[in-house]
């Protein structure tokens, strides 16, 4: 374990001060061992455990339970105060997760030289640390049966361009021995990815829950819309933040036997999140009314929040979310983790089409919202390119 974090991290563990106390205990106890004539070794560390049937995630379950509060056993380390059975212990743990990863993944990559194809899901995110990762997935078909083995997710420490990408994809297939077999790729819509997947040449299949993502965004860019939104998030985000509010809209809630449901508040990065608040407004609009004639709620500045809002708003949110439900559910249609759903594709597609085609007697805001979501979804998928998917 040390030469692993030493040769790939560049991590030693005589440099590391969280390990500062251990070495200091295992010198103590060697010091105290000699002055004594005494000479015990922690042998218990290379110890057979008496679970070594378990899965790997035993194994992780077991390196929790074992160190389930590391800061404080780091500072019971920093302060002296572990014992040595403890950092035994805790060795212990490290070393039976290490020892079934290695188990687990040799067993995989012996299993994976029977396939002769395979595709795989690649994506890029960051932590709320601000640490980024790769994490590739590997889908295949064993035995008549479909099979997705997450391979790798790594730390990466460079600016993600599309030759960084493609390298570091390329690496972890190689790892796993799968390289010459992987035909086809599905990724983001990102630039670095795009050129990722035609540098390892790959067919490249864009996440079409993604895209349906991107066609929705675009209601953003409508005044229609983004004006009508914004009042209704303003007073959502003013309840989520008053405490008397929720105290509020909690007693209307009760009184009208409506559901205790929070008011969900949009974030434009996280998919369908548009929809999901407008739904929620509408079936809280009869709590949100009573709240807001409540005379605790009734300050000036919270009266002209609230005064914004109005029934032509609720029927807009009605009109919209009746529209959107359809590009709701097909979003999760597609968004399946154990079956393929490429050949959803063209019958989603032709199914929006005509939902979104603009009626006679579609109101002016039902038509610009209809108008602004198929004009971006029609020019990414043309008939020719869903010929060649």
Request: aromatic content about 6%; charged content about 25%; overall charge positive.
């Amino acid at each position: 374990m040390q030469k692993h974090l030493a040769t790939q991290h560049a991590i030693r563990l005589q440099d590391c001060r969280v390990f500062d106390s251990v070495l200091l205990s295992d010198t103590a106890t060697t010091s105290e061992s000699s002055s004594s004539g005494a000479n015990e070794t922690p042998s218990a560390i290379n110890a057979k455990d008496d679970d070594d049937g378990q899965s790997l995630a035993g194994s992780e379950a077991a390196a929790n339970i074992s160190c389930r509060a590391p800061l404080a056993t780091f500072t019971e380390a920093g302060k002296n105060k572990m014992t040595e059975a403890r950092i035994n212990e805790c060795h212990r743990a490290v070393t039976r997760f290490v020892v079934k990863y290695g188990v687990e993944k040799s067993n995989l990559i012996t299993d994976l030289k029977h396939v002769t194809h395979a595709a795989i899901t690649a994506d890029g995110w960051t932590s709320f640390s601000q640490d980024h990762y790769l994490t590739v997935t590997l889908h295949y078909v064993r035995e008549g049966q479909s099979k997705e083995k997450v391979l790798q997710t790594r730390a990466v420490y460079k600016a993600q361009t599309g030759i960084a990408v493609a390298e570091e994809i390329d690496g972890i297939l190689e790892e796993f021995g799968v390289k010459e077999k992987v035909v086809a790729a599905t990724v983001d819509n990102a630039a670095n990815m795009d050129v990722a997947v035609k540098t390892l040449n790959f067919i490249k299949f864009p996440c079409f829950a993604r895209t349906l993502n991107l066609g929705a965004q675009k209601l953003y860019n409508c005044n229609t819309v983004s004006n009508w939104a914004a009042r209704i998030l303003s007073v959502i985000v003013w309840m989520k933040r008053s405490h008397m509010a929720k105290v509020v809209l909690k007693e209307k809630q009760q009184l009208l036997k409506l559901p205790q449901h929070m008011l969900i508040l949009d974030v434009r990065t996280r998919w369908n999140s548009l929809y999901l608040m407008m739904e929620r407004f509408c079936e809280q609009f009869p709590a949100i009314q009573a709240a807001a004639i409540d005379q605790r709620l009734r300050k000036p500045m919270e009266k002209e929040k609230l005064a914004r809002m109005g029934n032509e708003d609720l029927r807009k949110a009605e009109e919209f979310v009746l529209l959107m439900r359809m590009h709701y559910t097909s979003t999760l249609a597609v968004s399946s983790e154990k079956s393929p759903t490429c050949g959803q594709i063209s019958p989603i597609l032709q199914k929006l089409r005509k939902h979104y085609t603009v009626q006679a007697d579609d109101s002016a805001f039902v038509r610009s919202v209809k108008e602004n979501i198929w004009n971006n979804l029609s020019k990414r998928y043309q008939v020719q390119s869903l010929s060649d998917m």
